[in-house]
């Protein structure tokens, strides 16, 4: 856990904040890579996780981006609800969403504030004078957080503005991608999770490869479960040969965590990926969205925090 106070607040967009960060201790806080996110521990007991979206390189502060969504659950509010000089504590950052070392051009889709993470992708590519470009999608220049850096900054060039309303293009995915496809190229996404939907579904149409497109949603979708997984099952834990039995209403991680077995987790809902578990027998029922289409086919690793069960067990490798 980190101690960092809220330094600078600013208004970056409408109902948008970035905060910077700095040690409230003197302690220099962790390096981060682009694509990571930290954890906040929010006034009423909330955690939540932000993307950070400064730049790699600079060791002395994290910037968040917040927008304040009526429909979320909370957090977005009681993070708006931070004032400058006020003091938080954090996770170190932890990055589930990493920049491809060997990509020959990176294509960055943003939708909304899906933006954060491929900010700091942006700068780290930019400084390391990487091939890349950024299209970013949103409403209205209104709601456009970081315009000015964005538009006017040293890489203005190879930023795509797409507005839903007024001026400036919209955004053809499937075109832009048919005419970006190369072996070596990878793909970021972030935003809502319609938005995500639409935008593998186009990568895979102008022929990019699942391993080349990578992204990261805030929230889990509203996925129709599916009935098998609903009912009782169990999970055999590999190393000492304990059955712990599953009710409907309740996860393998609260079960587990009953009989003393602590499996970290951070979203509770199949985003982040910090329960990723492997699975030695069994076919999960798989409720996340974080892990690959071939992950979920091939059965070996599975989210405790939501995923359960189509057959009776699961032997976890714990
Ligand atoms: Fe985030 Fe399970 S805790 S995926």
Redo the contacts with the bound molecule.
Sequence with gaps: MLNVRVERKRQVADEICSFHLVSATGEPLPSFTAGSHVDVHLPGGLVRQYSLCGDPGDAGQYILGVLKDPASRGGSIAMHSIEEGSEIQISAPRNHFPIEDGAGHSILLAGGIGVTPLMAMARALSSERRSFELHYCTRNLARTAFKEELLQGAMSDRVHLHLDEGRGERFDAEAVLRGRFRPDAHIYICGPAGFIEAMISAAKEAGFAESQVHREYFAAPKVAPSELGDGVFQVQIKSTGAIHQILPEETV?QVLGRHGIEIE????????????TRVLEGVPDHR?V?LTDQEHVENKLF????SRACSPMLVLDL
């Design positions: 991680v987790t951070s979203c509770e809902q199949g985003v982040c990926g910090t329960c990723v996340d974080y989210t405790p925090c939501c």
